[in-house]
């Protein structure tokens, strides 16, 4: 009776607007317990705080109400309930977002889908393997150990998988493997109103296609507003026979940026290559325990056959040294390799132990090579004039990086001085003909500096295309545009 009574009250309901925050609907939170469960829906005020927010700066904007489905069937009735009603819906994956993806800006039903777990299919011979959202990027390489194979995309959180595909996200493999875009196969997809979507087609995982309008590309990216991604299919990569890792330290942040640049213009296939400047080397080696020298800093990975990566080995040494790279010392053990990258997939944690109590905020942009170290070291000088805490890392393979400000978000003078700066980077990287974020979304804080990215008609085509599918504005209202 509850969920007849709820949706007779949907037709009535017209489209929100994007700072509208209505009451939800007499019964609604019943209705919800009718489909998914008594257990498996929560109001509690603890729950929705902490479902209100990730790791991002943006304050606390907590949902109505927390639902975790079982099975993408519960999603499509939960969804169809949530579009009759005209209530909005934000998915959830691992909460670990860094641009307020997940805040519920306008309340309703945060659909936490951590509970579909289940690693569906692995087919060794395909090099693919089909996860539910719930599953995470290392809980997916543990199920792979023995096979051969791995899926190299990493960013520093342990995040679910199907919440990588959705913020497009990336991580320090990807200057040799790619994005989670060309890492995507096919999504299973729940629309705004209930219904399924696959968007390769039902069961296909070809390595590649020309068959129509590329919807997959079209989800990767859309950060949940235009719908739930609640199964994906993703290429796997064979292990490397042999890896090593070295760690450079440079006398200046434009000597360790224009090795990067050498590096690729000599086609060294690189695996992965880090940068950190003497703030962030300092800091994660103190948050680490490894006593990293106090310098400019590039960490870098090869991998391949035994006799090929003596001959790698060999080549990065020179390009370094006549960079005035200095310290180098290849690490092959797997224990002494993991330490390395541990180190740098906690910067994040590193940066914000300089100044505890404080937050973090994390910039994003990406340009071409060729415009990379000028853009670097401009952003560095400015970091410096203004007064600010931000030490740098970045992606440098593939001309992304990051300034990870810390700040006191109570100063209202230090938190303008932040906001003014990732503005004129955001700009910097424009003007260098990159992007304001490379892999982080748009979320809240980007969407003026994406309209300056795409132009009017940029924004006018996503704007057409999210009408089409959420006519309604129910789908992670509030982001991205």
């Known amino acids: 009776m509850a969920l007849r009574r709820v949706l007779a009250l949907g037709a009535s309901r017209g489209r929100r607007s994007c700072c509208s925050k209505p009451s939800l609907p007499p019964d609604f939170v019943e209705a919800l317990r009718a489909v998914a469960g008594a257990p498996n829906v929560s109001t509690a005020t603890a729950v929705r705080e902490q479902h209100g927010h990730d790791e991002s700066m943006h304050p606390c904007a907590p949902p109505d109400v927390v639902v975790w489905p079982q099975a993408v069937g519960q999603v499509q009735e939960l969804a169809a309930l949530c579009h009759r009603c005209r209530v909005p819906m934000v998915p959830f994956g691992t909460g670990t977002g860094l641009e307020g993806g997940v805040n ?53 959180a342990d995040a679910s998988l199907c919440g990588m595909a959705a913020t497009g996200a990336s991580g320090t493999n990807a200057v040799r493997y790619g994005t989670m875009r060309p890492n995507v196969l096919n999504l299973r997809v729940v629309l705004p109103d209930g219904r399924l979507l696959h968007t390769a087609g039902p069961g296909r995982q070809p390595r590649k296609r020309a068959a129509g309008y590329d919807l997959t590309s079209l989800f990767v990216g859309s950060e949940g507003t235009l719908g739930f991604l609640t199964q994906a299919t993703l290429r796997l990569h064979p292990l490397p026979e042999a890896t090593a890792v070295t760690v450079a330290s440079f006398p200046s942040v434009a000597a360790a940026v224009a090795c990067t640049v050498q590096v690729l213009q000599a086609a060294v296939p690189v695996a992965r290559i880090e940068f950190l400047d003497e703030v962030m080397a300092d800091a994660c080696g103190r948050f680490s325990g490894t006593g990293l020298p106090v310098a400019a ?21 020179e390009i370094m040294r006549q960079n005035g790279g200095s310290g180098l010392a290849w690490a092959e053990g797997l224990e002494e390799r993991e330490q390395l990258w541990s180190m740098r997939h906690n910067a994040w944690y590193a940066a914000l132990a300089l100044r505890p109590g404080c937050q973090g905020y994390s910039t994003d942009v990406c340009v071409p090579i060729s415009r990379l170290p000028d853009v670097v070291v401009e952003t560095k000088q400015d970091l410096q004039a203004s007064g600010l805490t931000g030490p740098m890392v970045g992606h440098v393979g593939d001309g992304n990086f990051h300034c990870i400000l810390v700040f006191n978000s109570q100063d209202p003078e230090e938190a303008q001085r932040v906001h003014a700066f990732t503005q004129r980077l955001g700009r910097r990287a424009l003007a260098a003909g990159g992007t304001c974020t490379g892999e982080h979304g748009v979320g809240l804080g980007k969407r003026a500096l994406l309209q300056e990215e795409l132009g009017q008609e940029g924004l006018d085509t996503l704007r057409s295309i999210k009408a089409a599918l959420d006519p309604h504005n129910l789908m992670n209202p509030g982001k991205v545009l």
């Open 104 to 156: 519920a800006v306008q309340g309703g039903v945060c659909f936490d889908l951590s509970r579909m777990d289940a690693i569906t299919e692995l087919s060794l011979e395909d090099f693919s393997v089909t996860v539910e959202p719930g599953v995470t990027r290392k809980a997916l390489n543990k199920h792979l150990r023995g096979t051969g194979l791995w899926f190299p995309v990493d960013p520093g």
């Open 297 to 317: 800093t590039l960490l870098l990975e090869l991998h391949g056959s035994r006799h090929s990566l003596a001959e790698q080995q060999q080549q990065m040494e």
